[in-house]
């Protein structure tokens, strides 16, 4: 399975929706969540949940990672955990996360189900999905309470509502909150997952996708099935941007070689901050190639 770290996109799917369960394997996409909340309308849910076991099998099979999304655990999460866990999935999301405690409800929840099923304990990981402002103040004890946190995902029109702010395509209106929310998740540690681009525009997503780039983030999650490559495009370090960092990686250990402490390189001086990040972006492009390589 593709570590999570290396997971770019994130891709809602509607949960009871059997052709686009069936097809979101050719989307691309990293990560494929059987949306079972906002998705799926409550009388379809059962339908939903009668699916998951044969979708999950035939999106592992795919080489995809497989997750789902079940509704707040006191408004039907726990119905849904109880078919889906059957299923193995490698990751439950749940939304509406506001606190600590909604987290710990859900790990013992899962761990339950992995016993009762059979399943290897402690294997499923938790996405939980930062929706209000309360969610966002309280995002590091939220990521920090449980070692099966893998990541957090921010929302875009649960917490622009919330915030009361009007929503727009360039997403302007959630540009505070999506900056701290990627500081929060990178001080607990996990990946922090950028919010759906909601609108049909694939421009519009490459945009929304660079900007959450140059900001620091790796994962992004998507709605429509088209926007996953546009995702996975932008989030994998190009060839040229490989080849700078390569060049900016010599020269400056060639600097440090000769006792110079930093280096001219294209006239901006390269210090040691700006050789770690040269490393780090030239070791996540092999990880990458790896990954892929691995799963076909």
């Known amino acids: 399975m593709r570590a999570p770290h290396l997971c770019r996109s994130w891709l809602f799917v509607e949960g009871a929706n059997e052709e686009a369960l069936r097809t979101a394997p050719a989307s691309g996409a990293d990560v494929l969540i059987q949306e079972l909340e906002d998705f799926t309308p409550p009388a379809e849910r059962p339908r939903a949940r009668a699916l998951a076991v044969e979708t999950y099998a035939a999106w592992r099979a795919a080489g995809t990672v497989v997750a789902v999304r079940v509704n707040p655990l006191a408004l039907g999460g726990m119905d849904d955990l109880a078919a889906v866990m059957k299923g193995g999935p490698d990751i439950v999301a749940l939304p509406k996360v506001a606190g600590a405690e909604h987290v710990v409800e859900l790990e013992e929840a899962v761990a339950r189900f992995e016993r009762e099923y059979g399943l290897l304990e402690g294997r499923t990981r938790l996405l939980p999905n930062i929706e209000s402002a309360k969610g966002l103040v309280n995002l590091l004890s939220i990521a920090s309470a449980s070692p099966r946190v893998t990541g957090c995902l921010i929302a875009s029109e649960d917490l622009a509502a919330d915030l009361g702010a009007e929503r727009g395509m360039d997403g302007a209106e959630l540009d505070y909150a999506r900056a701290r929310f990627l500081v929060e998740c990178r001080a607990a540690e996990v990946v922090a997952v950028d919010c759906p681009f909601t609108f049909r525009d694939?421009?519009?997503?490459?945009?929304?996708?660079?900007?959450?780039?140059?900001?620091?983030?790796?994962?992004?999650?998507?709605?429509?099935?088209?926007?996953?490559?546009?995702?996975?495009?932008?989030?994998?370090?190009?060839?040229?941007?490989?080849?700078?960092?390569?060049?900016?990686?010599?020269?400056?250990?060639?600097?440090?070689?000769?006792?110079?402490?930093?280096?001219?390189?294209?006239?901006?001086?390269?210090?040691?901050?700006?050789?770690?990040?040269?490393?780090?972006l030239i070791e996540r492009y092999e990880e990458l190639q790896y990954a892929r390589t691995a799963t076909g």
Do not use: M
């Not at 995702?231 to 600097?255: G, H, M, W, Y």
């Open 202 to 280: 694939d421009e519009g997503a490459a945009a929304e996708t660079r900007w959450a780039r140059r900001r620091g983030y790796v994962a992004k999650s998507a709605v429509h099935h088209a926007h996953a490559k546009i995702i996975n495009d932008i989030l994998t370090p190009s060839a040229e941007a490989v080849a700078q960092a390569r060049r900016i990686k010599t020269l400056f250990e060639e600097a440090r070689a000769k006792g110079d402490a930093r280096v001219e390189v294209d006239g901006a001086l390269v210090e040691l901050p700006n050789y770690l990040n040269a490393c780090r």
